[in-house]
């Protein structure tokens, strides 16, 4: 096995209680964390063909978890893992989707010698998976089940490793010593009662909070996977490691390390607030969740939200605000950038359908405490416990929504936004790579990386200088300036705009990079690409000191797109196509666009290149699905269904998936 990786992923089944070994070569081709995921996935639930793919909860649902090669080697922000699987969350059926998390568990499976986890079948008892090393058990998590998150650690932490003081203490495993503290990965009460809500936590609060995977776990029984390690990842060339980290770290956001503050590891950037477990997360990830009071109260809904498992995404309360010109009246000039359960019920209250005694009846929850603590404990309770209205709100809201009969009436009014077909809202505006990403691709695309470059230009430089050097690193679509036009009205929309072939190439750019660098080796989306300095020769450079291989980079973007075509045809065996593919009605209406928070979007009309915050941006139906046909030529998907070719499949040495994908009638034509 090459450098980078451990050499073997855990097989974990929990019908039978039976743990295997597979061998991480057969799987080396994609690279990592998601890549490997996805194409496990593939062998394991899709290319079998034995369930339709349609309930997250059956048995037959694998969930792989899986680190990346970078990870564990000294490489900044590149210690992240990937979850993927059948998702409860998405609407209105369930989808391939993928949740990534950062923190210390990665570098814990790797230093355990596991390259990844796979978790397949249900348990008859609710357990844990605990992992030293080589050994591994499958334990009663009887005593665990109704436990929160943090006590879940703490009693796992005690019963692997007795009363060590982690950090000054040695502890014992076998023949080695660590003062690590074994790391866990769990879920609280919400994952429990299966919520489609539901998050996966480690450490004092870092989450894989989209796919709603943590209600995978609690259908499976599953507690938590805690892992501890002793060893190390073979690295060929150790001094490279350095030359290269230092050099990041002094430009960029690789210069932004703030020396006291927590990371994840092996980052430096030093991004989350407070340090020790029961610090709780206090960055984005739960932004919104309770604004305008103290910074005490704020933190105690923060960290209750973590302790009992809650996605922070889907349970956004108050997002960023602004006026929208021609915005529908229900926004009454409040439209969110992003928008998840707080926003809804919000909506709904105001209009005098939620409450108490109401059409909709809030009870159990307080609604007088709208903007308290009070009220937000009150909520993770009744969905914890499925009781009164938490019962429907832990289906999420489009299923609650659909329960009382408001699905269609709410979609066209944009109460509930969502910005495509099953995903919770994040930024999707005026940054249009963000909203066709979700429709084509698995997961939140919670993704920067053009966000920055497109927006105001560099000091000293035109906007066209700027795009000019911009599109010198968009490997393999260079030279392109289009790529970057966010012009999206009249003819220049469809020319060079956001309808064009020039802007499918930056989505499947952002889509390609991501699937390689971002979800298979592990980087954070919010450390790399920093493409206004070191990218993408940094991350080359991390690549080949670790791994030791030749590859170019347009080599691995290749690796990143041949991981979106396997993850296409996950998808098309469960019945995605070019049908399914479109937005929540509000993205084709005035009040669609968000916040340009990083100095807005370059627009091309009338022959010049501008700066625009794009307030008023929205879509267009036919543009959206021209687009369609100018993303799946790029991918070499056909135009009917938007499904991999077998000419294509066959370029990736992916011959028994389109054998599989025809058998099932699945397979694109190739007329």
Same mark, same amino acid.
Not at 489 to 496: L, R
Not at 524 to 535: G, H, K, T, Y
């Given at each position: 096995?090459?450098?980078?990786?451990?050499?073997?992923?855990?097989?974990?089944?929990?019908?039978?209680?039976?743990?295997?070994?597979?061998?991480?070569?057969?799987? @080396?081709?994609?690279?990592?964390?998601?890549? =490997?995921?996805?194409?496990?996935?593939?062998?394991?639930?899709?290319?079998?063909?034995?369930?339709?793919?349609?309930?997250?909860?059956?048995? %037959?649902?694998?969930?792989?978890?899986?680190?990346?090669?970078?990870?564990? $080697?000294?490489?900044?922000?590149?210690?992240?893992?990937?979850?993927?699987?059948?998702?409860?969350?998405?609407?209105?059926?369930?989808?391939?989707?993928?949740?990534?998390?950062?923190?210390?568990?990665?570098?814990?499976?790797?230093?355990?010698?596991?390259?990844?986890?796979?978790?397949?079948?249900?348990?008859?008892?609710?357990?844990?998976?605990?992992?030293?090393?080589?050994?591994?058990? *499958?334990?009663?998590?009887?005593?665990?089940?109704?436990?929160?998150?943090?006590?879940?650690? /703490?009693?796992? *932490?005690?019963?692997?490793?007795?009363?060590?003081?982690?950090?000054?203490?040695?502890?014992?495993?076998?023949?080695?010593? $660590?003062?690590?503290?074994?790391?866990?990965?769990?879920?609280?009460?919400?994952?429990?009662?299966?919520?489609?809500?539901?998050?996966?936590?480690?450490?004092?609060? *870092?989450?894989?909070?989209?796919?709603?995977?943590?209600?995978?776990?609690?259908?499976?029984?599953?507690?938590?996977?805690?892992?501890?390690?002793?060893?190390?990842?073979?690295?060929?060339?150790?001094?490279?490691?350095?030359? #290269?980290?230092?050099?990041?770290?002094?430009?960029?956001?690789? #210069?932004?390390?703030?020396?006291?503050?927590?990371?994840?590891?092996?980052?430096?950037?030093?991004? %989350?607030?407070?340090?020790?477990?029961?610090?709780?997360?206090?960055?984005?990830?739960?932004?919104?969740?309770?604004?305008?009071?103290?910074?005490?109260? #704020?933190?105690?809904?923060?960290?209750?939200?973590?302790?009992?498992?809650?996605?922070?995404?889907?349970?956004?309360?108050?997002?960023?605000?602004?006026?929208?010109?021609? #915005?529908?009246?229900?926004?009454?000039?409040?439209?969110?950038?992003?928008?998840?359960?707080?926003?809804?019920?919000?909506?709904?209250?105001?209009?005098?359908?939620?409450?108490?005694?109401?059409?909709?009846?809030?009870?159990?929850?307080?609604?007088?405490?709208?903007?308290?603590?009070?009220?937000?404990?009150?909520?993770?309770?009744?969905?914890?416990? %499925?009781?009164?209205?938490?019962?429907?709100?832990?289906?999420?809201?489009?299923?609650?929504?659909?329960?009382?009969?408001?699905?269609? +009436?709410?979609?066209?009014?944009?109460?509930?936004?969502?910005?495509?077909?099953?995903?919770?809202?994040?930024?999707?505006?005026?940054?249009?790579?963000?909203?066709?990403?979700?429709?084509?691709?698995?997961?939140?695309?919670?993704?920067?990386?053009?966000?920055?470059?497109?927006?105001?230009?560099?000091?000293?430089?035109?906007?066209?200088?700027?795009? @000019?050097?911009?599109?010198?690193?968009?490997?393999?679509?260079?030279?392109? +300036?289009?790529?970057?036009?966010?012009?999206?009205?009249?003819?220049?929309?469809?020319?060079?705009?956001?309808?064009?072939?020039?802007?499918?190439?930056?989505?499947?750019?952002?889509?390609?990079?991501?699937?390689?660098?971002?979800?298979?080796?592990?980087?954070?989306? =919010?450390?790399?690409?920093?493409?206004?300095?070191?990218?993408?020769?940094?991350?080359?450079?991390?690549?080949?000191?670790?791994?030791?291989?030749?590859?170019?980079?347009?080599? $691995?973007?290749?690796?990143?797109?041949?991981?979106?075509?396997?993850?296409?045809?996950?998808?098309?065996?469960?019945?995605?196509?070019?049908?399914?593919?479109?937005?929540?009605?509000?993205?084709?209406?005035?009040?669609?666009?968000?916040?340009?928070?990083?100095?807005?979007?370059?627009?091309?009309?009338?022959?010049?290149?501008? /700066?625009?915050?794009?307030?008023? =941006?929205?879509?267009?139906?036919?543009?959206? &699905?021209?687009?369609?046909?100018?993303?799946?030529?790029? @991918?070499?998907?056909?135009?009917?269904?938007?499904?991999?070719?077998?000419?294509?499949? &066959?370029?990736?040495?992916?011959?028994?998936?389109?054998?599989?994908?025809?058998?099932?009638?699945?397979?694109?034509?190739?007329?």
């Amino acid at each position: 096995m090459g450098n980078g990786y451990a050499g073997k992923i855990l097989r974990v089944n929990l019908t039978t209680g039976t743990t295997g070994v597979m061998d991480t070569a057969k799987y @080396e081709e994609f690279g990592g964390g998601y890549g =490997m995921g996805t194409a496990i996935f593939w062998d394991l639930a899709a290319a079998p063909g034995e369930w339709d793919m349609k309930d997250p909860y059956d048995p %037959r649902n694998v969930l792989p978890i899986m680190a990346g090669p970078l990870g564990a $080697t000294g490489v900044p922000g590149a210690g992240r893992t990937s979850v993927c699987g059948m998702s409860p969350e998405t609407f209105p059926t369930s989808e391939f989707w993928r949740g990534n998390f950062g923190g210390h568990f990665g570098g814990a499976l790797k230093q355990a010698g596991w390259d990844g986890v796979v978790v397949e079948g249900k348990a008859a008892e609710p357990v844990w998976i605990n992992i030293v090393n080589d050994q591994v058990k *499958i334990e009663s998590a009887k005593e665990l089940w109704g436990l929160d998150t943090w006590a879940t650690q /703490n009693r796992i *932490i005690s019963m692997v490793c007795g009363r060590t003081r982690f950090g000054d203490e040695w502890h014992q495993i076998e023949n080695s010593y $660590t003062t690590a503290r074994p790391q866990v990965l769990c879920i609280g009460p919400i994952g429990e009662t299966k919520s489609r809500l539901a998050a996966l936590i480690t450490g004092s609060g *870092i989450s894989a909070r989209i796919g709603g995977f943590g209600a995978v776990f609690g259908a499976k029984n599953l507690k938590a996977v805690s892992v501890a390690g002793t060893g190390n990842v073979p690295v060929a060339d150790p001094k490279a490691v350095m030359e #290269a980290r230092l050099q990041h770290m002094s430009s960029g956001r690789g #210069a932004s390390a703030q020396p006291g503050a927590a990371s994840c590891c092996p980052c430096l950037r030093g991004d %989350r607030r407070r340090s020790n477990f029961y610090g709780g997360e206090t960055m984005c990830a739960c932004q919104g969740w309770l604004s305008g009071v103290s910074q005490t109260a #704020a933190d105690q809904a923060t960290e209750a939200l973590i302790k009992y498992g809650l996605s922070s995404w889907s349970a956004h309360f108050h997002a960023f605000r602004i006026d929208i010109p021609g #915005a529908p009246e229900i926004f009454k000039g409040r439209v969110p950038t992003d928008s998840g359960l707080g926003w809804y019920l919000e909506t709904l209250h105001e209009q005098g359908i939620l409450g108490p005694g109401k059409q909709i009846d809030s009870a159990p929850l307080p609604m007088e405490k709208w903007g308290d603590l009070g009220f937000r404990l009150a909520l993770l309770e009744a969905i914890a416990t %499925r009781s009164g209205i938490g019962d429907a709100l832990a289906e999420g809201c489009c299923r609650a929504a659909e329960k009382w009969g408001r699905l269609e +009436i709410d979609k066209e009014s944009g109460a509930l936004r969502l910005p495509a077909w099953g995903a919770t809202s994040h930024w999707t505006m005026p940054w249009v790579e963000w909203a066709y990403a979700y429709i084509f691709g698995a997961g939140d695309p919670t993704w920067h990386g053009f966000m920055a470059p497109v927006g105001t230009p560099e000091a000293g430089k035109t906007i066209e200088q700027s795009l @000019e050097e911009l599109s010198g690193k968009t490997i393999p679509y260079t030279g392109d +300036i289009f790529m970057f036009n966010y012009a999206w009205k009249g003819e220049e929309a469809w020319k060079t705009g956001i309808y064009s072939p020039h802007k499918a190439k930056q989505v499947a750019w952002s889509r390609q990079y991501t699937g390689f660098w971002n979800e298979s080796m592990g980087f954070c989306e =919010m450390l790399l690409p920093e493409l206004r300095s070191v990218s993408p020769d940094i991350e080359l450079a991390y690549y080949k000191a670790v791994t030791g291989k030749k590859d170019s980079f347009a080599d $691995t973007m290749r690796t990143g797109q041949k991981i979106c075509t396997l993850e296409r045809a996950i998808r098309a065996m469960h019945g995605r196509s070019r049908r399914t593919e479109d937005f929540f009605p509000y993205m084709y209406k005035p009040g669609a666009s968000g916040m340009a928070i990083y100095g807005g979007v370059s627009i091309y009309e009338d022959g010049k290149w501008r /700066n625009d915050n794009a307030p008023d =941006m929205y879509l267009d139906r036919k543009g959206v &699905d021209d687009l369609k046909s100018h993303y799946y030529a790029l @991918e070499g998907w056909d135009n009917e269904h938007g499904w991999p070719t077998r000419k294509t499949l &066959d370029g990736y040495g992916l011959k028994g998936v389109a054998d599989t994908l025809n058998a099932k009638g699945r397979l694109g034509n190739t007329d």
